[in-house]
């Protein structure tokens, strides 16, 4: 009797498949699993990235952070004023609060320790 209603669900369905899906059912599956595995494969590489370190903590300002994290690209102090639209004095300026703040006096040091500090990336930039 089981058997008979699958069959008669899969006939007022439209699915010829007889599982009781129609083609169109089918394709909306199919897209929401690939949308599925998409999440899953995001969350286990967030899971698996190193967790940042709070700035504000360092009392590190946003602007100093984004001028942090270009100069642990190794960008030049015009190339960071190009690319965030400010003079290369407002640069050479944050860099000073940057020093300031985690007690350095260059670059190699205040980014080794904006490492340490989990405040950038812990691996350089590929390229």
Known sequence: MA???VTAMGRLRGGPSGH???????E????????LDTVSAHQHL???MP???DPAEYGITLRE???LALLSEGLTAHAIGSR???TEKT???HKENIYKKPRVHDRVTAINKARALGLVSPEPPAG
Do not use: C, H, N, P
């Open 3 to 5: 058997e008979r209603s």
């Open 20 to 26: 009781g899906f129609s083609d169109r059912d089918l």
């Open 28 to 35: 909306y599956a199919g897209l929401a699993r690939s949308l």
């Open 46 to 48: 967030t899971f698996r």
């Open 51 to 53: 967790r940042l370190g």
């Open 65 to 67: 952070m984004a001028v």
């Open 84 to 86: 965030l639209r400010i």
């Open 91 to 93: 640069v050479v300026k």
